[in-house]
Each structure stands twice: as C-alpha cells, then as structure tokens.
C-alpha cells in the first residue's frame, strides 16, 4: 500500500465517508504520489547544492551530515513533530504522507500541541540540517553554489509554507498555516484529535 485509501476517513476522523466532508478540498488528510514527487522535486535541489559544495571543500565533512539528516528526518522529527499528526494514529507501520514518506513510526501517538521542547529540538535541527552546508559554502567561498543554495532553500520553503504548510493536518507543527475556520472544521469531524487541543466545544452535535 503506497497510500492510504482516499475512499476511507482516516482513523481519527468519525465520518463515515469522504464523500461530502467539508474540509477535504482545504486539508490533506489522503495523499498521492503525485504530492510526494513535488515534494521531492522541491526538497532536492538545496540538498545537492549544499552536498556539491561540501564535497568540493572536503568530501569527508559530508558524513557527519548525511547521517544527521537520516537520523533527524528519519527519527527525531518524527518523535517531536510527526507523531502528533493525525495520521500518526494510522494502524500502518510507516508513514505514507509527502514529507516524510517511509519513516518507520516507532513513537507512540500524541495528539495535541508540541511542548516547547519539541520546538526547540525541531528548529534546531532545521538549523543544522540547511545551517551546516551554508557554513562550509561560505568557508570554501563557493559563491555560485551559495547563491543557488540560498535561492533553492527559499524557493523551498516559501512553496512549502504557501502551498502545502496551508493543507496541512498537523496543526502541532510551527510551520503549519491551515486557517482557523478550516482548523475548527477539522475539529469537528475528528473528536481526538479535538479533545487533544481543547476545542471539544468544535465537535459535532446530533
């Protein structure tokens, strides 16, 4: 199974079909491939250029970077931001969404708000993950590479935020930018995930 059913609610939500949900055209509760490979076709570009010049100073300074994105994205995100996602309440055993698609989900769920600790341990791993080759590209003074990097990196999370951050059913993570009238929508048709947040009051009724 690529994705999940798009026929199907997800396993917090207590309709009984998609058919007419309300929040459906506005959040992405199903995934297709095609949003995975906008996503990697976003994604790859500034990890190239960062890798490219990175190599170019000392090949061996990409090790420590590549296993510490394997380790964030593969683990740490997936502990402090992921696994208060919705669809982290999902029976299957990786996740199936566009951005971090295949990460095994060994934490438990945790619906609600990420503590201010999750945020800290999340920026600082973006801080890492894109500071590290921007460093080094301004040390080996690699001018092209640094300004396509930059522009890449941009155009990265500039889509990110206005495109996909907006549709995005994890309200915990700090970069989500899904409309409160579209928010409470949600709330509505998933009381878990409502009750985690405190807005029960958002629930249906009858």
Known sequence: MLFLNPEKPIATCDSDSCTD??????IHCHF?????LIFLLL?????LLGGAGIYRLNGWLLLPWII?????????????MCSHCPHYAESIRSLK??????????????PGPM?????????????????????LLI????????ILYLLTCGGFFMTLLNFMC?????????????????????????????DAWGKSENRKTG
């Open 43 to 47: 994604a790859f570009p500034p990890f």
């Open 68 to 80: 510490f994105i394997f380790a964030f994205f593969g683990l740490i995100e997936i502990r402090v």
């Open 139 to 146: 040390l080996g003074k690699e001018l092209l590479l640094l």
């Open 21 to 26: 949900c309300n929040v459906k055209e506005s």
């Open 97 to 110: 969404c566009w951005a971090n698609y295949g990460s095994p989900k060994v934490w438990k769920y945790r």
């Open 166 to 194: 907006s549709q995005c059913m994890n309200f915990a993570c700090p970069l989500n930018r899904v409309d409160v009238k579209v928010r409470d929508r949600f709330f509505a048709n998933n009381p878990l995930v409502a």
């Open 32 to 36: 297709r491939i095609k949003d995975l």
């Open 115 to 135: 503590t201010i600790m999750e945020k800290t341990v999340f920026f600082l791993g973006f801080a890492v993950v894109w500071g590290y080759p921007l460093v």
